[in-house]
């Protein structure tokens, strides 16, 4: 059986909902259809389950996009705080974590309740998987239950991570078959994975700057067993050119480390070196003291000022040297 719509949207989640809610009230009639057997699977485990929905000081400069120009339109268009007005009709209870960034008090479920609401006329179809596109004067598209037919077609299928929650690179496909350019896909906000991992430091986060050139982020880094993770390296992940491309890793950010362990000698001149670093986690300090400076025992008066200033050089300006990325395989066409 065949089935006509106005508008059809290929993907249930954050967009294709939100597409959908849109086409609806300008009123036309929508069709969604989604593999998965229900909507927003990867809402859901946002923001660790609590939907980080927005930040109120998004700038167009915060997204990366081969069009700097499309976020400056998208933005005038629908602001942060249009979207913050709609999370309040709804009555969804909400948080600031730091500054600007809203997370739901609850549950990242009141964000897909939310958009199914406002998708309310529109016809969702889940478990149906698509087989083919073509298009004559109207699209039609093969589906397992069938074919729809629409005048227009929305691709919605979302990005490639995490393929256990449905992730596919349909749109991807569509969008060339239809002839659309389309730019390579790289992974983006990945943990990194060092060369040389270091289990012993596993769980140890500090605040550090991670930067690549001009970019960089002040926020929290976390070693893991097989690496780094933590905002800042999620964040500047994004800016690598390549997997192993190494960000510049400040661990004293905004303090002179030069300066700042040149006063703890001063000031504690029979103190061991591990107390040179006691602004860092104590598990990081006795790792970094042990190899750099080798000898824990002696004291801050008998190191020599060129191996403080080496030492500081190090902890303000480290260069990981990488294995790769934590980016997961990518889905199969
Ligand atoms: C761990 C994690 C945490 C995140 N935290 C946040 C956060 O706090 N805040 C934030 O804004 N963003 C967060 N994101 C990003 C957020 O998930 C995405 O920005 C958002 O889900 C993208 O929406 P989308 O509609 O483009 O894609 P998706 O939400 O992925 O939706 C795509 C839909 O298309 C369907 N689909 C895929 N392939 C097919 C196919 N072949 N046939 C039919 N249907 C198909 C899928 O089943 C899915 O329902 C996070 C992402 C991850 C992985």
Request: glycine letters at 10%.
């Amino acid at each position: 059986m065949s089935y006509s719509f106005d508008v059809a949207i290929l993907g249930a989640g954050a967009a294709g909902l939100m597409a959908a809610a849109s086409a609806r009230k300008g009123g036309a009639s929508v069709v969604v259809l989604d593999h998965a057997a229900e909507p927003g699977r990867k809402i859901l485990i946002s923001g660790g389950g609590r939907c980080n929905f927005t930040h109120l000081d998004a700038k167009a400069e915060n997204f990366l996009s081969a069009n700097r120009h499309f976020m400056r339109s998208a933005l005038a268009g629908y602001t942060p705080r249009d979207f913050l007005a709609l999370v309040e009709r709804h009555d969804i209870a909400w948080e600031e974590k730091t500054e600007g960034q809203l997370f739901c008090r609850q549950s990242a479920r009141d964000i897909v309740s939310l958009l199914l609401r406002e998708a309310e006329g529109c016809e969702l179809r889940f478990n149906t998987s698509v087989r083919s596109v073509t298009k004559g004067d109207v699209f039609c598209i093969q589906t397992d239950a069938g074919e729809v037919r629409a005048t227009n077609l929305i691709l919605a299928t979302g990005g490639l991570s995490i393929p256990k929650l449905g992730a596919t690179d349909l749109s991807l496909r569509l969008a060339r078959q239809f002839g659309l350019p389309v730019v390579p896909t790289v992974p983006g906000l990945v943990p990194l994975t060092l060369e040389t991992p270091l289990p012993e430091l596993a769980g140890v986060s500090l605040p550090v700057r991670a930067s690549m050139g001009k970019i960089g982020f002040t926020d929290g880094m976390v070693f893991t067993h097989r690496g780094l993770s933590g905002p800042a390296i999620l964040q500047i992940s994004s800016y690598q050119n390549g997997p192993l491309d190494p960000p510049l890793i400040d661990m004293m950010p905004g303090v002179d480390a030069r300066e700042a362990l040149g006063a703890i000698k001063k000031a504690r001149p029979r103190a061991e070196p591990p107390s040179l670093l006691q602004e860092l986690p104590q598990r990081l300090a006795r790792h970094i003291a042990q190899n750099s400076l080798g000898d824990l025992t002696c004291t801050l008066a008998n190191l020599p000022d060129k191996r403080i200033a080496d030492l500081a050089a190090q902890i303000a300006s480290w260069r990981p040297r990488l294995s790769g990325t934590e980016a997961m395989p990518r889905p199969r066409s």
